[in-house]
């Protein structure tokens, strides 16, 4: 199972494509806003971050459709028709990594129908509102239904461990077979390549060039041999994000370093420390959680003159022990934000879908350098 979250402030404009009919929309004036229901459908129990869509229909493209509308303050209550002494919900709405792309942070204690009302503000306009009435489901959805995206290696042979190697990538519709060649761009960039070893010691992200083809190329040198995980970061036009993983062979010598799943909430980098926490102290498995970076300097000292790389304050992507379940979050945008950033600390929305150990690399920029800082941490059951 893969989870994908992008929670910050958006940071680029872009078109998107037409909207999927099979799902929800609704207008009010020249706005529409799709709904985005999972093709699995909503369950009860566990905590989801719904998407929805912004459109303004007075700029229609006729290749990549209605534009997204970006900055859009969005408030969101859930309630269920069919109890009416059950609260109402207020959730958390925040923008996602393409422009007009949102996510509402939902929780449903029972299967059941429930309304999603959203009142939104766009910048300079008045406050317009819309409904959708969602199904809610008891059962958990089934496991191994498959992608619509697919990432896929070109040619991946005659990868060698400390030879510089041109790494060439294309994403699939799994549905028409064909290469995606229009992507929305998210974070500054239309692809980001997270790399890691099959242990996790080693960690890359990088950002691909697209030729006409639709093919993505990006020299890598692996430090040793053995498989790498491959993760894919990208927003097809019109689509939202996805996360696509595959994998590679490396021949070689063997790694130089030891695996180790060491628990650990420290780390350094070039002489910036690391820790990092969760509010309440334990990570909890299926709920939103808030994630605590703090970052000081050799002598102790905060350090708050960071600045923003790709869009963002900071990176954190999370990857569980088998690989296969990748979270990717960054600090919301706003004052307060931007007020603990100066103090040293960064605060990162993340979910935990299943219990076990995870590795945790957290990013940022200071002084013209990335920083990479490490951390393991076990999610308990």
């Known amino acids: 199972m893969l ?7 958006l940071a680029s404009s872009a078109l998107a494509a037409p909207a999927n009919a099979q799902n929800p929309t609704a207008k009010a004036g ?31 493209d006729e290749i990549l459709g209605m534009a997204g509308v970006p900055n859009v303050k969005v408030e969101a209550v859930i309630t269920m028709p069919s109890m009416e002494g059950m609260p109402e919900a207020k959730p958390k ?12 942070e939902s929780f449903f204690p029972h299967g059941g129908d429930y309304k999603i009302e ?20 008891d059962e958990k959805p089934a496991k191994g239904k498959p992608k619509p995206y697919v990432l896929q290696i070109v040619d991946g042979k005659g990868a060698k461990a400390g030879q510089p190697f041109n790494l060439k990538l294309r994403i699939q519709d799994v549905k028409s077979k064909l290469t995606v060649k229009a992507f929305d761009m998210a974070h500054e960039m239309y692809f980001h390549l ?10 890359l992200h990088e950002h691909p060039k697209m030729a006409p083809d639709g093919t993505w190329t990006v020299p890598i040198t692996f430090p040793a041999s053995g498989e790498y ?3 894919s970061d990208v927003a097809p036009a019109g689509k939202g994000s996805q996360i696509l993983i595959a994998s590679i062979k490396v021949d ?18 070039r002489g910036i420390q690391g820790s990092i926490s969760s509010f309440g102290g334990d990570y909890p498995v299926a709920k939103m959680t808030t994630l605590v ?11 708050g003159d960071t600045v923003p790389w790709l869009g963002a304050a900071g990176h954190l992507m999370i990857f569980s022990q088998d690989g296969h379940t990748v979270v990717h979050s960054h600090p919301a945008h706003g004052e307060e934000n931007a007020r603990l950033v100066k103090q040293g600390e960064m605060r990162f929305s993340g979910r935990f879908p299943k219990p076990g150990i995870y590795r945790i690399f957290a990013q940022f920029q200071r002084q013209g350098k990335i920083h990479t800082i490490p951390f393991t941490i076990e999610v308990k059951p």
């Open 118 to 137: 959203l009142a939104l503000t766009s910048p300079n306009e008045p406050t317009f509102k819309v409904a959708f009435t969602v199904d809610v489901k």
């Open 252 to 269: 070689g010598p063997k790694p130089s370093w030891t695996t180790s799943w060491k628990i650990g909430t420290s780390g350094q980098d």
């Open 194 to 203: 997270l790399l890691a070893s099959k242990d996790f010691q080693w960690f």
């Open 3 to 9: 989870y994908r979250l992008m929670l910050f402030a």
């Open 30 to 60: 020249k706005y529409v806003v799709e709904l985005r229901i999972p093709e699995e459908g909503l369950f009860a129990g566990e905590e989801i971050d719904i998407e929805f869509r912004v459109m303004d229909s007075t700029k229609n």
């Open 93 to 104: 709405v925040h923008a996602e990594g393409v422009p007009g792309d949102y996510g509402i």
């Open 229 to 231: 995980f491959l993760y």
């Open 293 to 303: 970076l703090k970052i000081t300097d050799s002598t102790g000292k905060p350090v």
